[in-house]
C-alpha cells in the first residue's frame, strides 16, 4: 500500500507541475483511475511556496520510486514528505485525494489548513465548544511567514476533551 501511495502521489505532483511550467493546460482536468472525477488545479493554490514545497516532494519520492527497496512502512521522513505532499495537493485540487481502496469515511476527523504571509492578528486554526468522541482525529496545518508583535497563531482551542 505504502508503494502505491508514494506513486500516487508523485504522479499526481508530476501533473501539477506540468501544468505549472505550462507542459499541460491548468485548465485541463486530469482523470485519474479510481476517482471518481476528473481533478482540477486551481490555479491561485500554486503559490511559489507551495510549487516549491511539491517540486521538493517530487525529487525525494522520485528517489524512492528508482530504489523500491527504500520504502519502508517505518521510515517517519517518507511519511512526512507524503503526508504534506498530500496536504499540498489537495489544497491545489480543492478537494481530499484518496486513493487504493481508501474511502472518505477512512479519514474521520477534522482538518485545518491554513496559511498567511505576514499575520498581525490572530490566526486560529480550531476552536471546539463541545466534545470530540474518542474517534474524533483534529489537525491543524498552519503557516506563518511573519507573526508580528501584535500576531498570534494558535493552532487549537478547546474547553472540553478530544478523544
Do not use: C, N, W
Amino acid at each position: 500500500m505504502l508503494t502505491e501511495a508514494v506513486r500516487f502521489l508523485f504522479d499526481r505532483a508530476s501533473a501539477v507541475l506540468d501544468r505549472r511550467t505550462g507542459r499541460a493546460s491548468v485548465e485541463e482536468p486530469e482523470q485519474v483511475p479510481g476517482q471518481t472525477e476528473p481533478l482540477l488545479v486551481r490555479a491561485s493554490a500554486l503559490t511559489d511556496e507551495r510549487v516549491a514545497r511539491i517540486t521538493g516532494a517530487h525529487g525525494a519520492l522520485r528517489v524512492y520510486l528508482s530504489r523500491p527497496a527504500f520504502i519502508q512502512g517505518d521510515d517517519t521522513e517518507l511519511r512526512k514528505v507524503l503526508g504534506r505532499l498530500r496536504r499540498d495537493l489537495e489544497e491545489v485540487y480543492g478537494r481530499r485525494l484518496p486513493f487504493g481502496d481508501e474511502k472518505e469515511a477512512d479519514r474521520p476527523g477534522v482538518e485545518v489548513s491554513q496559511r498567511a504571509d505576514s499575520l498581525h492578528g490572530k490566526q486560529l486554526g480550531m476552536r471546539v465548544g463541545r466534545d470530540i468522541t474518542e474517534r474524533g482525529r483534529a489537525r491543524v496545518d498552519q503557516e506563518a511567514g511573519t507573526i508580528e508583535e501584535t500576531g498570534e497563531q494558535v493552532g487549537i482551542e478547546v474547553e472540553g476533551t478530544i478523544g
